[in-house]
T-cell receptor, first 114, second 112 residues
Framework: DAGVIQSPRHEVTEMGQEVTLRCKPI?????LFWYRQTMMRGLELLIYFNNNVPIDDSGMPEDRFSAKMPNASFSTLKIQPSEPRDSAVYFC????????????FGPGTRLTVL | SQKIEQNSEALNIQEGKTATLTCNYT??????LQWYRQDPGRGPVFLLL?????KEKRKERLKVTFDTTLKQSLFHITASQPADSATYLCAGLNNAGNMLTFGGGTRLMVKP
């Protein structure tokens, strides 16, 4: 298995632009997580899906952020409009339910908003 | 609020020594704790999970303890090697059982 796949690996955009991050979880995993990592705040959970259904999105910072999982093999995290404070590394992770199982992280997308 | 705290200062040790990293939790009692390793430019990689009813868990040169009285987990790497240099993250399951809370991580540097 190729592991969790994320694209793009790097994204540089200007403030106000729409950004879409993509994730392909490991085949057979039924839980998917989006995290954001910064030096100041560490690794924060943004949203968690189980069987393609959003279970907890309390970590989504504001309405500018949205996430979808249209099927078991694909998820997107969208930021619109983007702001400089959104600059961070965004990780996608997947696992087998229940939540206690180990999470497999993707390589991350480094987002820079100018 | 539920917190997982790790020493933000880097830990520097000599090759061959035992590295000990600390994870403290406050304002809740996680059912389990997980430890991950993160190398620069990469995502975290799962190492070990320890449940609250387990005192100790081992895997090769790694050992994790869980002390519910001290509200603390210790992560040990014995016979450390320069290849063990990385950031180590502790994560606890929240009370609702629906998300992991990560600590800020501790950077370990093992010098030859």
């Amino acid at each position: 298995d190729a592991g969790v796949i994320q694209s793009p690996r790097h994204e540089v955009t200007e403030m106000g632009q729409e950004v879409t991050l993509r994730c392909k979880p490991i085949s057979g995993h039924n839980s998917l997580f989006w995290y954001r990592q910064t030096m100041m705040r560490g690794l924060e959970l943004l949203i968690y899906f189980n069987n393609n259904v959003p279970i907890d999105d309390s970590g989504m910072p504001e309405d500018r952020f949205s996430a979808k999982m249209p099927n078991a093999s694909f998820s997107t995290l969208k930021i619109q409009p983007s702001e400089p404070r959104d600059s961070a590394v965004y990780f996608c992770a997947s696992s087998h339910f229940p939540l206690g199982n180990e999470q497999f992280f993707g390589p991350g997308t480094r987002l820079t908003v100018l | 609020s539920q917190k997982i705290e790790q020493n933000s200062e880097a830990l520097n040790i000599q090759e061959g020594k035992t590295a000990t990293l600390t994870c403290n939790y406050t304002n809740y009692s996680p059912a389990y704790l997980q430890w991950y390793r993160q190398d620069p430019g990469r995502g975290p990689v799962f190492l070990l999970l320890i449940r609250e009813n387990e005192k100790e868990k081992r895997k090769e040169r790694l050992k994790v303890t869980f002390d519910t009285t001290l509200k603390q987990s210790l992560f040990h790497i014995t016979a450390s090697q320069p290849a063990d240099s990385a950031t180590y993250l502790c994560a606890g399951l929240n009370n609702a059982g629906n998300m992991l809370t990560f600590g800020g991580g501790t950077r370990l540097m093992v010098k030859p």
